[in-house]
């Protein structure tokens, strides 16, 4: 089957713009997870769902990033007013259950703000 | 809260050389320990991981030993080729109820012909 989308895989945005950040998961996994890798990096945590609900989101660095999985499926990563430190490449994962079960990562999007 | 460190940063071998890497781990709570593979630009991939019940695991050329005492674990890749050549990541799950993962630093493994 298909493996988890990421859409953008690229973004260019000005400084104080807003953008958002799209991520398929795999059909059927119940957890979404959300990193963020600065450039030579490990991935770091932002923030995790359990289908619709957003039951951590100790790693978001600001009240500027927002995420949300309204329908348990598909989720959205926004930024506001994005500052040049916002650029990494943010990295979606699925999982089966709530685990401890393998997360399968989307190719990113490799956010740029200058 | 848990933390994981990585080394080496980089590791250079000649193809058909085994490879180690180590890492080390904080919370005696973690129990699952997963390695991923990241070539430049594309997404990490999964190549093996272990959980806290068994203290090593062998698919093919590449192997997992895990030392829940001492809280360290280290991946082994024999007979080096090169595609091997990548990053890889090791990882220990942050065990609060909900399974986020917890990421080392990297290796850059360099393998030549």
């Known amino acids: 089957g298909a493996g988890v989308s990421q859409s953008p895989r690229y973004k260019v945005a000005k400084r104080g713009q807003d953008v958002a950040l799209r991520c398929d998961p795999i059909?059927?996994?119940?957890?979404l997870f959300w990193y963020q890798q600065a450039l030579g990096q490990g991935p770091e945590f932002l923030t995790y769902?359990?289908?619709?609900?957003?039951?951590?989101k100790s790693g978001l660095p600001s009240d500027r990033f927002f995420a949300e999985r309204p329908e348990g499926s598909v989720s959205t990563l926004k930024i506001q007013r994005t500052q040049q430190e916002d650029s990494a490449v943010y990295l979606c994962a699925s999982s089966y259950g709530d685990g401890p079960y393998e997360q399968y990562f989307g190719p990113g999007t490799r956010l740029t703000v200058t | 809260g848990e933390n994981v460190e990585q080394h080496p940063s980089t590791l250079s071998v000649q193809e058909g050389d085994s490879a180690v890497i180590k890492c080390t781990y904080s919370?005696?709570?973690?129990?699952?320990f997963p390695w991923y593979k990241q070539e430049l630009g594309k997404r990490p991939q999964l190549i093996i991981d272990?959980?806290?019940?068994?203290g090593e695991k062998k698919d093919q050329r590449i192997a997992v030993t895990l030392n829940k005492t001492a809280k360290h674990f280290s991946l082994h890749i024999t007979e080096t080729q090169p595609e091997d050549s990548a990053v890889y990541f090791c990882a220990a799950n942050a065990n609060t109820g909900f399974q986020k993962l917890v990421f080392g630093t990297g290796t850059r493994l360099l393998v030549s012909p």
């Open positions: 059909s059927g996994h119940v957890s």
């Open positions: 272990i959980r806290s019940n068994v």
């Open positions: 919370d005696s709570a973690s129990n699952y």
């Open positions: 769902f359990q289908n619709e609900a957003q039951l951590d």
